[in-house]
């Protein structure tokens, strides 16, 4: 069904949270700390569908002076697609918000905002390389959903370029596709 399709080129961003659920997010609204997304689509007939009938949607958007962001060096990249394409000229970026661990939602580090932290058994990922591990039990980074900025809405430009938690592998993702 279209609530439970994941992310599709086209879609446009809006938000999870119960007081603005299903507005769009604007650019004024965003931080480098996260604010919860569902993508947005159609259905057959033209009416908007928010795709919330699949938890692993729920996405993450944040904005980070866009030169800071850098493709990793360390020998991570088997887990690290990093679409600097995906990311606006305004430094916006799209990552899943739920754990590739075990599937909590995560939120920034309180500690450092350009940091990830997983409260249920301490995953940490880095936002500004990625979303790559750096920490704790989590297999892989967290999957990015490339987005640009047509007038004033955000808008998808692709799924997940990555599988998101709750697909197995990535051959399980592509079938899915
Ligand atoms: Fe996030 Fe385990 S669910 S570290």
């Not at 360390?74 to 995906?86: N, S």
């Not at 661990?101 to 940490?124: I, Y």
């Not at 980074?141 to 799924?159: A, I, N, R, Y």
């Amino acid at each position: 069904t279209p609530e439970k399709a994941p992310p599709i080129k086209g879609d446009i961003l809006v938000h999870a949270s119960a007081d603005k659920e299903g507005q769009p997010i604007r650019v004024s609204e965003l931080s480098e700390q996260g604010v919860s997304a569902w993508p947005m689509g159609k259905d057959k007939d033209g009416n908007n569908v928010i795709r919330k009938g699949e938890p692993n949607n729920q996405l993450s958007v944040f904005r980070f002076d866009r030169d800071r962001f850098k493709v990793p060096e360390d020998g991570d990249h088997a887990h690290v697609v990093l679409e600097l394409d995906g990311i606006t000229a305004e430094g916006i970026v799209v990552y899943s918000g739920i754990c590739t661990h075990a599937g909590c939602p995560v939120p920034n580090d309180p500690n450092d905002a350009t940091k990830l932290f997983c409260g249920c058994h301490s995953g940490q990922y880095d936002l500004l390389q990625g979303c790559k591990v750096i920490g704790g039990p989590p297999p892989r980074s967290m999957p990015q959903v490339p987005v640009e900025l047509k007038g004033e809405q955000l808008v998808l430009k692709d799924t997940f370029v990555t599988a998101p938690f709750g697909f197995l592998n990535e051959a399980d993702w592509e079938t899915y596709l």
